[in-house]
């Protein structure tokens, strides 16, 4: 008795501790409401980590890790078709280099702020740790939007913004990549423009073409590898994906390799969407449209029933998550799946989640799943194959080598294998079986705070 007593104490002091470091980053950041929710969902995990290991809280660890090392913003401005002056916002945030230089994507939305760059590269710290990978945490993008604009626009708009972007990155410091809005001729221009600005270092941005030295499977690997994430979950309840129905929100990258990797594994997808709306396929989505219509073509997702008349498509997003289905994949935004679509989800027996996006799901969806039974896979465990796989294109780089698809994919595979097996491992160890969150962000800090610790305050 007198045990659990002790450390039921111990629990409610590292609570009241870890409130009190959440408050102060709600006084320091106001109105960063996508920042607030990612810390808050990591550090509730961690508070048996400070009740049980009081060094921790002795080196300050929580109150470093939640502040930047460095925010960086600057102005980017371009000439469009008309000769007319725009102007854009451009960010880099370098959260954290504990355990290597800064690596994180970069966002090109009209939605990006500081807010959503710090959640971002926040959560990037613990993502990039469970990966194995000596990368740190970093993020970063623009307001600016690629759709509707021509090639030479975006030529334009990625010159000035690695002309400024280039004084703070490089393959030992910070290597940035592509996210949402940055894909391959995003990546191509700037790469371009740092090599007339400093040279060809090849490792200075990763997601680069083929050609350029790029790498083999990093186009499929966070699809790829959330769905050999998923793989496992499903394993470990002696489940697999065969037979299985999936809705995949989202029709970019992520979502369109999720989608061939799950039907590689024998699963029926059933819907995707883009931000207008999703199409619902009863027969199975076609992939080769999809990949034609939002690769090659860059048209919008509305157009694949004009190709499959027995598909249906419905304007706005939100509905997706009313198809019946046993798996969901959120593979398109933050919060795209709030406290009712969860709900509807559980109603229509979903078993599985696992996040392709950064924080599809609030923190109100996220206690829907674990209340009523559905194995929840979180973004920073489950979508991590993106971020490793850039790690093994800077290693090629590095050594000037080039390995074939299968030797990444096999690599791939293992570090999804690994992610999973040390965030059950850690949720079991501080007593919550099962719950991946924890789990995740249990194993993730834990790297990132003996090292912080190791290099003394800095």
Partial sequence: MALTQQREAGLEAARKYVDQVYETVQQRNPGESEFHQA???ILDSLVPVFAKHSKYQEHGILERIVEPERMITFRVPWVDDQGKVQVNRGFRVQFNSAIGP??????????????IIKFLGFEQIFKNSLTGQPIGGGKGGSDFDPKGKSDLEVMRFTQSFMTELSKYIGPDTDVPAGDIGV???????MFGQYKRLYGNETGVLTGKGLNYGGSLTRTEATGYGLVYFTNEMLASRGDSFVGKTVVVSGSGNVSIYAIEKAQQLGAKVVACSDSNGYVYDKNGINLATVKRLKEVERKRIKEYVNEHPTAEYVEGCQNIWSIPCDIALPCATQNEI????????????????????????TLEAIEVYLNNGVYFGPAKAANAGGVA?????????SARLAWSFEEVDAKLKD??????????????????????VVGSNIAGFLKVADAMIAHGVV
């Fill in 39 to 41: 810390v808050k969902e």
């Fill in 102 to 115: 800064y690596k994180g994507g970069l966002r090109f939305h009209p939605s990006v702020n500081a807010s």
């Fill in 183 to 189: 894909g391959a001729r995003e990546i191509g221009y």
């Fill in 338 to 361: 709030n406290e009712a679509s969860a709900k509807l989800l559980v109603a229509n027996g979903v078993k599985y989640v696992a996040e392709g996006a950064n924080m599809p799901s």
């Fill in 389 to 397: 796989v850039s790690a093994l294109e800077m290693a090629q780089n």
């Fill in 415 to 436: 570090i999804m294998r690994n992610i999973y097996r040390s965030s059950v491992n850690a949720a079991r160890e501080y007593g919550y079986d099962d719950n991946l």
